[in-house]
T-cell receptor
Framework: RKEVEQDPGPFNVPEGATVAFNCTYSNSASQSFFWYRQDCRKEPKLLMS???SGNEDGRFTAQLNRASQYISLLIRDSKLSDSATYLC???????????FGTGTRLQVFP | DAGITQSPRHKVTETGTPVTLRCHQTENHRYMYWYRQDPGHGLRLIHY???????DKGEVSDGYSVSRSKTEDFLLTLESATSSQTSVYFCAISVGGTNEKLFFGSGTQLSVL
């Protein structure tokens, strides 16, 4: 089992839609969780950290479910500019490093 | 903007030649990283550095070496490039430690023919 798994998508949604991605992780001792956004041929950019109680940043909401070992990202009122690949990142306590998922591709259409 | 510059942005080289990629940062961050990104894989850690002359291997370090003689520069060297090292290479810094959020440079597209 991969340490961090994501549905590769693509998720094709119309503008204004709400879309959610999940990411599962294998190590129950993981403590740090992030969502990154990566545009085509660009570097990943931090979208948001994920906190235990859940957190929101504008149209973006991140949740952590420790019991089921997954994190989620919810995007409300999707914009064309949200089209990108969303990377889930979780720390590996054993290796003391961050592990990246392969990403979920989102395509928002008019 | 975390003040990270990677050079070159693109490089084409031949199998067996040495290649050095440079990462330069302007904000005196202690932790620096080299990742590679390939289709079907998440970003994979090649090497990282805790500070000047303090480096360690990541999960895919074979065929790569690094050096950090100054805080601001972290060099990645492919001693003898192979086609399997064709990839996009990203340098990153973190503020605070190895499990903290990362900020990336713009990447280097390397093609080994």
């Amino acid at each position: 089992r991969k340490e961090v798994e994501q549905d590769p998508g693509p998720f094709n949604v119309p503008e204004g839609a709400t879309v959610a991605f999940n990411c599962t992780y294998s190590n129950s001792a993981s403590q740090s969780f992030f969502w990154y956004r990566q545009d085509c041929r660009k570097e990943p950019k931090l979208l948001m950290s994920v906190y235990s109680s859940g957190n929101e940043d504008g149209r973006f909401t991140a949740q952590l479910n420790r019991a089921s070992q997954y994190i989620s990202l919810l995007i409300r009122d999707s914009k064309l500019s949200d089209s990108a690949t969303y990377l889930c990142v979780v720390n590996s306590p054993l290796a003391d490093k961050l592990i990246f998922g392969t990403g979920t591709r989102l395509q928002v259409f008019p | 903007d975390a003040g990270i510059t990677q050079s070159p942005r693109h490089k084409v080289t031949e199998t067996g030649t040495p290649v050095t990629l440079r990462c330069h940062q302007t904000e005196n961050h202690r932790y620096m990283y080299w990742y590679r990104q390939d289709p079907g894989h998440g970003l994979r850690l090649i090497h990282y550095s805790y500070g000047v002359k303090d480096t360690d291997k990541g999960e895919v370090s074979d065929g790569y070496s690094v050096s950090r003689s100054k805080t601001e520069d972290f060099l990645l060297t492919l001693e003898s490039a192979t086609s399997s090292q064709t990839s996009v290479y990203f340098c990153a810094i973190s503020v605070g430690g190895t499990n903290e959020k990362l900020f990336f440079g713009s990447g280097t597209q390397l093609s080994v023919l």
